[in-house]
């Protein structure tokens, strides 16, 4: 994927020379092409394969606002974007990379730490689509917290700029401090005053309570002497209550059968770990907003005893919005996991993936990890412009890191090079993707409604 076989005067040449191809002006306000597909269509036809009796709660949260409905609007995004020119500088791309695709999670040291932490849509691709999405969502965001159009300015500008010199910092950096670099949450609530440290500190105290046993005693019960996670329809439904027993007892097979063959896309020692777990229990979950419709499964299982949990979420990978028709080969759960370890500082231990033959009398692929592994996020409703900018830059700069390792960091530094031309010109666009978003959030509002 990058040029690291030639040196780096070579690689900066072909930034300099991608520039000349796609100077950074083009990336400015975005105007939709002239055979631009209908945005309401583009979603509808992507809730073809998923379940039908959970697409009015898709709806329902896609009409909240238009932040809301860009969350669940990757495939609108990636069609603008294709029909737009790009510096052709492929890196392996987060494909959804919102504000709210970033947040916090345990390093298997058991530290916390803050990175990307959705990869449904991961692809190979131009590094500055993953941009333009972060700096939409920020325009959007700002919009929401009703912050003028001078604060929102300041806001765009500082984001990009964030990833522009993050970009030329990896740039002079050799490849195994590029690979081990990360945003590890202490070092950085010693950085910050005291206003902002005791707010991060909050949010880490309390995505460090977030744990397998945390969400042990709040999703499941003692039924006859035996665990069983408790339903919550329509948002947690175990199989038990979804399914007649026969249907409910195939299905459960069909699980245990994906998780003893997910067993083999771990490494040995976790191998090792995952085998000192029995099954439990399943349940159907929903998840996030783009996601509401896909299959989602949590998986109970303990170890030494009741009081050693484990849970596992099941999630169907689907195509991503960023890639082509024909079907991933090897399969999207591994799409997906690959993804995920190129672009993270560090994964999750559990992650894996599988693939089920005849589920629901089709192949359908899956990615498994933890439910809870200290996983916290951080809300943008009650920011002040300050604080969404900090918390911007940060994401910008946890991107930068990622495209860093997949991409050449040195023709994508060279590309972006030092004047804030890619600052203002992303700032541009980003507000007008935002306007562009809230006639695309009015259309589906009405669409759905009738």
Not at 56 to 70: N, V
Not at 74 to 89: I, N
Not at 390 to 405: G, I, N, V
């Amino acid at each position: 994927m990058s040029t690291v076989a030639a040196g780096p005067p070579a690689r900066a040449e072909a930034g300099r020379a991608a520039r000349e191809r796609a100077p950074l002006d083009r990336h400015g306000s975005f105007q939709p092409a002239s055979d631009r597909p209908d945005p309401v269509d583009l979603l509808f036809a992507q809730e073809a394969t998923r379940l039908p009796e959970l697409l009015d709660l898709r709806h329902k949260r896609m009409r909240a606002s238009p932040l809301a409905f860009y969350r669940g609007a990757a495939a609108v995004m990636a069609a603008d974007l294709a029909a737009q020119p790009h510096s052709g500088l492929t890196v392996q791309l987060c494909g959804d990379a919102h504000l709210y695709n970033f947040g916090l999670f345990a390093s298997p040291e058991r530290r916390l730490v803050f990175d990307l932490n959705d990869f449904d849509e991961t692809f190979p691709g131009p590094f500055e689509w993953d941009v333009k999405r972060l700096l939409a969502s920020v325009a959007l965001a700002g919009r929401a917290n009703g912050f003028g159009r001078r604060d929102r300015a300041w806001i765009l500008r500082a984001t990009a700029r964030r990833y522009r010199e993050a970009m030329a910092g990896f740039a002079k950096l050799g490849e195994l401090d590029v690979w081990y670099a990360h945003a590890d949450v202490d070092d950085l609530t010693s950085r910050l005053d005291k206003q902002r440290r005791r707010k991060v500190a909050e949010v880490g105290a309390k995505a460090r309570s977030r744990t397998s046993l945390q969400a042990y005693r709040k999703l499941t019960e003692s039924v006859g002497g035996r665990r069983r996670i408790v339903a919550d329809p329509p948002l947690l439904v175990p199989v038990a209550d979804l399914l007649p027993e026969v249907e409910r007892e195939q299905l459960e097979e069909q699980i245990r059968g994906l998780l003893a063959e997910y067993r083999e896309t771990l490494v040995e020692d976790r191998r090792h770990l995952f085998d000192a777990y029995r099954f439990v229990d399943l349940a159907r979950k929903v998840v996030g907003v783009g996601s509401v419709g896909t299959r989602c499964w949590i998986v109970l299982l303990t170890g030494r005893d009741d009081t050693d949990p484990l849970l596992l979420q099941v999630k169907e990978a689907t195509r991503s919005v960023l890639g082509p028709d024909t079907p991933d080969p090897i399969g999207e759960g591994h799409r997906v996991v690959a993804g995920q370890r190129l672009m993270q500082a560090t994964s999750d231990i559990f992650l894996g993936w599988d693939r089920i033959e005849g589920f629901d009398g089709k192949t359908r692929d899956f990615y498994v990890r933890q439910l809870r592994d200290w996983k916290g996020s951080v809300t943008t409703e009650e920011m002040v412009p300050e604080g969404l900018r900090a918390y911007s830059e940060l994401c910008a700069w946890t991107l930068a890191r990622a495209h860093a390792r997949s991409g050449d960091r040195i023709a994508i530094a060279a590309y972006l090079g030092r004047s804030d031309r890619f600052d203002r010109a992303l700032a541009d666009f980003a507000e007008s993707y935002a306007e562009q978003t809230e006639r695309d959030h009015a259309a589906f509002k009405t669409a759905t409604k009738s």
